[in-house]
């Protein structure tokens, strides 16, 4: 049986989610990949850096958290995040910190250092999508690690691994997507009547929008989407703030409810094409008919067709996923990893 | 420079889709994978089985039969199917003669003889999925070759790969889907105003249905492509002739216009679900709200929802497929089989 050590960067929801679909495959590892799996550190805004020294299975960490609150025989970490990551004994390093939308730190150091340190480097982090994304990807080829990162957009629905490994020989042309749950959310509440405050504060109650939802109705969220789908697919180097943005903050109610009774709905839509040769993307508040595919788009789903020259349009769109399917998107990495390094036998 | 051979079974449209798309590749394939096609051998019903003893690159087989309706530089073989297929020197064989709902034949046999003596086999042909599957699986693991068949579900849109590869550790519970376009198209002609056999013959007239049309209007071929999703994704032994069927033959154009007055769409709908431990497929005339995802599936487009247990469901939806996408659909499992044959070095 291989140890596989894991070390996460960031312990909320996301991770706590993805911790218990490990501690619940902890068995089918053992027998798919002959792989055991432990974690040897954890970095938290709360609880500081620590390291588990003798390693901790997914298990034990998760039922003692869920029962405690706190970590199984860990100590702490003397050092700053970049010299954790480099030192701390690992074999694949989870970046799921939050995202900074301006610079992308310090998630783009994590995954940085975890790769210099020849640590596989799995993110559900976009940053380092759109914040330096060529570079970070040549440091992965470079050192002969793999960089991760399915869960980034739409959770774990497979969008990224079905352009690199299932369409091979394709070229993306273009997308559009309406991948920002809060702002349809809240539209269709105003359709339904209600005014931008109120769909606003109910959003935030049902748990669709933040306590700050600003970077999601000002159309951050849907951005930085559009600029990690670009430059991952169509070569781009984009960063959100050069991607023409529009919001819905402040819509006027009126409008939307007039609209819905002539069969419009509104959707912010996500898009990207080549111009003059060049990607160009754009977050566009759109008037869609209602028994369009993109209204038909509701709560947490979402949905992306994705244009292609040889197979033509494709849309991939997940229903209703809560945080479990982000979990999942860590995982399909990681099983990617593993089941990777049992066919070439490269890898650690 | 590594030369791969590659026979075809079957030249109608799909066949010689993909004969354009390689003839589109050559420099492609041996800048990425070092290797330079030929085709060595043809089968078809009209021409009987050729050989092209010096093998034939895809552009001139392309240019001179488009040009003069004849194959280049090749000689007949004297002997039946299975040996032309045993016998022939190939790396991989390309099933792509016409489905027969009621045995698979003789395309389980073509693929069984490719990989009994060697060869990669790649079907277009749904049969080889939906009789005997399970035993075909294991003669290529047995033999160390790979049987791919991408396209038969969906044309290229994929599918079959989206599962394997890129929902690793999930297990497909059912699946629900519109992947039948006669019918699609004349069940929308009938919700404008058209009688069935006026719905039918524009249909015909448009090349949404064949001459013989029967096979899609009662049904068979959303059985034959429920069965091979059970096969493949949920483990089951089933034919066509043992999924329950709906047809649209002879529907009343009064009903079906009716329940469009009352926002409600007719569509014949795939699915598959786990009941009491066993999975159970049909084919079933669903009434649809007209603002469904469903509905909105026109033309020869299709649509169809995983149901997973670790990442929820998820919908692929393909968008107004031609030809193109089918041969794009052999394209990918041939480079599928490239790619890992460089990667593993293992294969030929």
Redo the contacts between chains.
């Keep these: 049986m291989k140890e596989l050590k894991c070390l996460f960067l960031g312990f909320g929801n996301a991770a706590r989610a993805f911790l218990r679909?490990l501690a619940d495959?902890e068995s089918?590892l053992a027998c798919t990949y002959g792989v055991r799996i432990t974690i040897t550190g954890i970095a938290t805004r709360r609880r500081g850096r620590r390291l588990f020294p003798a390693g901790v299975t997914p298990r034990a960490l998760h039922e003692h958290f869920a029962a405690t609150g706190e970590f199984l025989d860990s100590v702490p970490f003397h050092g700053d995040a970049t010299e954790f990551v480099s030192r701390c004994p690992a074999d694949v390093v989870f970046e799921m910190t939050p995202l900074n939308v301006t610079s992308g730190e310090p998630a783009v150091s994590h995954v940085r250092a975890a790769l210099a340190s020849g640590k596989h480097a799995i993110s559900a982090n976009k940053g380092p999508l759109i914040f330096g994304f060529r570079r970070t990807r040549e440091l992965a080829m470079e050192a002969g690690r793999r960089f991760l990162y399915e869960t980034t957009v739409m959770d774990?629905?497979?969008v990224f691994?079905?352009v690199e490994?299932?369409?091979?020989?394709?070229k993306v042309l273009g997308f559009t997507g309406v991948l920002n749950s809060t702002t349809n959310y809240i539209l269709d509440c105003m359709a339904q009547g209600a005014e931008f405050d109120q769909a606003l504060r109910t959003a935030q109650e049902c748990g669709f929008a933040e306590a700050d939802a600003s970077l999601d109705l000002e159309g951050w969220d849907s951005a930085c989407k559009t600029a990690a789908l670009m430059n991952v697919w169509m070569n781009a180097e984009v960063s959100p703030a050069e991607i023409r943005r529009d919001g819905i903050s402040g819509i006027d109610a009126r409008t939307v409810r007039e609209l819905r009774s002539k069969g419009i709905s509104l959707r912010l839509v996500c898009r990207a094409s080549v111009q003059d040769g060049r990607p160009v993307g754009e977050v566009v508040l759109l008037e869609v008919p209602?028994?369009?595919?993109w209204?038909?788009v509701k709560g947490t789903s979402s949905l992306l067709?994705i244009r292609t020259d040889?197979?033509?349009?494709?849309?991939?769109?997940?229903?209703?996923?809560?945080i479990?399917?982000t979990g999942?998107g860590l995982?399909?990495d990681l099983?990617?990893l593993l089941?990777e390094e049992a066919?070439?036998g490269t890898g650690r």
């Design positions: 679909i495959s089918d774990g629905a497979p691994n079905l490994r299932c369409l091979p020989g394709c209602e028994y369009s595919e209204a038909s067709t040889l197979m033509g349009d494709i849309t991939v769109t997940e229903h209703d996923p809560t479990q399917q999942y995982y399909s099983l990617r089941r066919e070439n």
